[in-house]
């Protein structure tokens, strides 16, 4: 028999951050994230070091979100986990804890899409939005359009066409000869540079779709040609580099996200994912809210990059629905919404 405020526990382990969250009636008791460090000296993930790290993280983690929430594992009525999408190692270790775990206390067990979960970290805290809405995911590893029409039912009606923006910075962060993810590098040091300084070209691809690939050939090439002239450019023009390339690399989200307002007449608007996070896209997509009337949304920094808040609030939502998996159930790394 569901109950109507349950106690879940929530696990994810889709890339290089391991983590575990507990909710209480509808309510996040608890958020405990483990960074995995192993993989700034090799400039990117590496997926079997992820891997291993999210075995040995993984039990401290959960011990501590349950510490933290106040409860035992005898009070749970249910265990969540990210399915997918995601490394297929790292999934793997969070599947089968949560398996084990459902197993042994004879629980309902929950499989959370990712980048869904990304979507409900707006509604963790209050004021939450209303449906219909429209969703913007941007992360490292996705950047889509989302029409929201309630917790559990969504369309993507854009979508990248290559890469991801969080991937685009970090490549772009990597040319510059920052460290890795240079995402974050890239959007402090924009904060004291004038994005007007250097022009860069916009992608233009079809309907709400996006592209990302070629502004990152096009930022190779303005580096190799600037380099040429003066071989320390960048070091003497890092601020204005950094808050060139960010401004066109918004500009091209937020091009996208006025065009599918304007085609859907929606003007809730939720962001999602570690790009969520940006300093410079949290201001101007405000600032474009403003102008247009758009009322938006964005989560707090800390359920914006990979978190286990977010597939807690997400599996809340499936336990009310009754939507429970069985012990048959394993992770999808390529897994649509």
């Keep these: 028999m569901r109950k109507s405020n349950p106690v879940i526990l929530a696990i994810e382990t ?32 590496v997926p079997e070091l992820a891997s291993r790290a999210h075995e040995q993280h993984l039990i401290p983690v959960v011990t501590q979100a349950m510490q933290q929430a106040n409860i035992t594992q005898f009070e749970l009525d249910a265990v969540a986990f990210t399915q997918g999408p995601g490394l297929l190692g790292a999934l793997l270790v969070g599947t089968t804890f949560a398996k084990s775990v459902a197993f042994s206390l004879d629980i309902p067990l929950i499989a959370v899409h990712h980048m869904r979960a990304h979507i409900l970290a707006n509604f963790i805290e209050e004021p939450c939005p209303s449906f219909p809405l429209l969703g913007l995911t941007a992360s490292g590893g996705h950047t889509q359009l989302i029409l929201v029409k309630n917790h559990l039912r969504m369309e993507v009606i854009g979508a990248t066409q290559d890469d991801a923006i969080g991937e685009a910075f970090d490549k772009i962060g990597k040319l510059m000869d920052l460290p890795y993810p240079g995402g974050p590098l890239i959007d402090q040091y924009a904060r004291q ?13 079809p309907h709400l779709n996006f592209s990302f690939s070629g502004i990152k050939t096009a930022f190779l090439y303005f580096l190799r040609e ?23 690399l918004i500009s091209m989200l937020l091009q996208k996200l ?22 410079g896209l949290r201001s101007q997509l405000k600032q474009l809210a403003e102008q247009e009337g758009w009322e938006v949304f964005i ?23 009754g939507n429970f998996c069985n012990l048959q159930v394993t992770a999808r790394p390529r897994m649509s919404l």
């Design 299 to 321: 989560p707090q920094l800390a359920y914006c990059t990979d978190n286990a808040a977010m597939i807690a609030i997400a599996a809340y939502y499936h336990y009310l629905a």
């Design 226 to 248: 600037q380099q040429k002239k003066d071989a320390q450019f960048v070091e003497k023009h890092r601020d204005d580099i950094c808050a060139s390339i960010q401004a066109t």
């Design 193 to 205: 540079g004038d994005p007007h300084r250097f022009q860069f070209p916009s992608t233009h691809v």
């Design 14 to 45: 889709s890339c290089d951050e391991t983590a575990a969250a507990v909710i209480l009636n509808g309510k996040i008791a608890s958020n405990v994230v483990a960074t995995q460090a192993v993989h700034a000296q090799y400039g990117g993930i």
């Design 258 to 279: 006025k065009k599918a307002v304007a085609q859907t007449g929606i003007k809730s608007i939720a962001i999602a994912g570690g790009v969520a996070a940006n300093s």
